[in-house]
C-alpha cells in the first residue's frame, strides 16, 4: 500500500505562484511514476504532469512552461511549482503514484487550487 498526502493548494491571484507537494509513504519502492492531475467543475480529470523515476517528465500542453514537476527522493515527495497561474487552472489537484507488477496506482485526497481573475 502506498499513501499520498497533497499539500500547498489555496488561493491566489492570476499571474501567481502555487508550489503542491505530495509526501509519499509506505511501499513506495514499487512506485514507477508519480502524477499530477486535476478536475475543475464539470470536466473529466486531467494529466497536468508526471515524473518517472528515472526524472523523465511529461506535462499537458496547457501547463508546459508553466509548471515544473520535481522530485525529493530523500523525502519521498513530489512537487509540483505552477507559475503564471491562470483562472482555467482552477481545479482539485490529485497526486497519484504508480507501477508494481500486476500494476497498481494510488490516489491523495486532492488539494482545492483556486485563482481568481
Known amino acids: 500500500q502506498v499513501q499520498l498526502v497533497e499539500s500547498g493548494g489555496g488561493l491566489v491571484q492570476a499571474g501567481g505562484s502555487l508550489r503542491l507537494s505530495c509526501a509519499a509513504s509506505?511501499?513506495?519502492?514499487?512506485?514507477?511514476?508519480m502524477t499530477w492531475y486535476r478536475q475543475a467543475p464539470g470536466k473529466q480529470r486531467e494529466l497536468v504532469a508526471l515524473i518517472f523515476n528515472s526524472g523523465s517528465t511529461n506535462y499537458a500542453d496547457s501547463v508546459k512552461g508553466r509548471f515544473t514537476i520535481s522530485r525529493d527522493n530523500a523525502k519521498n515527495t513530489v512537487n509540483l511549482q505552477m507559475n503564471s497561474l491562470k483562472p482555467e487552472d482552477t481545479a482539485v489537484y490529485y497526486c497519484n503514484a504508480g507501477g508494481g507488477v500486476p500494476y497498481r496506482d494510488y490516489w491523495g485526497q486532492g488539494t482545492q487550487v483556486t485563482v481568481s481573475s
Open positions: 509506505g511501499t513506495i519502492f514499487k512506485i514507477n511514476a
